[in-house]
């Protein structure tokens, strides 16, 4: 292996135990890193509890979300949310799909999701994914081939978030630092404005225009919040 892919590994493998450390994925919910080489590819644990994955667990997947070395691991059956994603978006290095608990109210709730605090800036435009619009009311809900990627895909557009009604959450980064930032604090996002919301008043989010001023301040600080989140799932897993 390279070292640009012995990287990537190691910071996927970290990147699973810190979204697990931090309330993200349980059982479920997965993330995967662009190849370093093969930019059409990328990288995802074999189907498993994130929180036990070490860099033997890492297996390679083709543009379309088929294994390439699986050597008889047994895969993710949602894995075409990422090959999907990857493709309709260049700008995007890594996805996280979780069924992250905060956030699945609002993927049933005709209440916005919206940027409650600086630190979810992101949050300026959040798509909503609605699988019957597509499939019908017959669906377990899962993303089980590539068309219900691409259809996953084409909802999320643009935007850094995409709701998926009675299901979960994806959230993508220009790198895994930034992917694992979005997809913590979409949670942590959650629980402010729903106790916001419990609180009552008339709520004030931020502006477009704080939200885009807000997202340039933070692009540099994603580094910062990796080193905490890594060493403190370190810490736990030593225990
Ligand atoms: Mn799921």
Redesign the pocket.
């Known amino acids: 292996m390279g070292t640009n892919l012995n990287e990537a590994v190691a910071d996927l493998v970290t990147a699973n135990h810190i979204l697990f450390d931090q309330g993200v994925v349980d059982a479920?919910g997965h993330i995967s890193v662009r190849h370093p080489e093969k930019p059409g590819c990328f990288l995802l644990s074999r189907a498993m509890a994130p929180s036990h994955v070490s860099a033997a667990d890492i297996v390679e997947h083709d543009e379309n979300g088929e294994p390439i070395d699986a050597n008889g691991r047994a895969v993710y059956l949602?894995r075409f949310i990422h090959a999907e994603i990857y493709r309709s978006r260049s700008d995007v290095t890594s996805v996280v799909?979780s069924?992250s608990p905060a956030v699945i109210p609002f993927g049933i709730s005709s209440v916005a999701l919206r940027p409650a605090f600086h630190m979810a800036s992101f949050l300026d435009k959040v798509s909503r994914f609605e699988i019957r619009d597509g499939f019908g009311s017959e669906t377990d809900l899962?993303i089980r081939d590539s068309e219900k990627g691409r259809y996953l895909a084409q909802a999320l557009g643009a935007a850094s978030v995409a709701l998926m009604r009675g299901?979960?959450s994806v959230a993508v980064g220009r790198d895994i630092r930034e992917a694992v930032y979005r997809a913590i604090y979409t949670e942590v996002n959650a629980r402010i404005q729903t106790q916001a919301v419990v609180l009552g008043g008339v709520l004030e989010y931020l502006t477009s225009e704080e939200a885009a001023a807000a997202t340039q301040s933070n692009a540099s600080q994603t580094g910062r919040c990796w080193a905490l989140w890594s060493e403190e799932a370190r810490a736990k897993r030593a225990k």
């Open positions: 479920f949602e799909h069924h899962l299901h979960g």
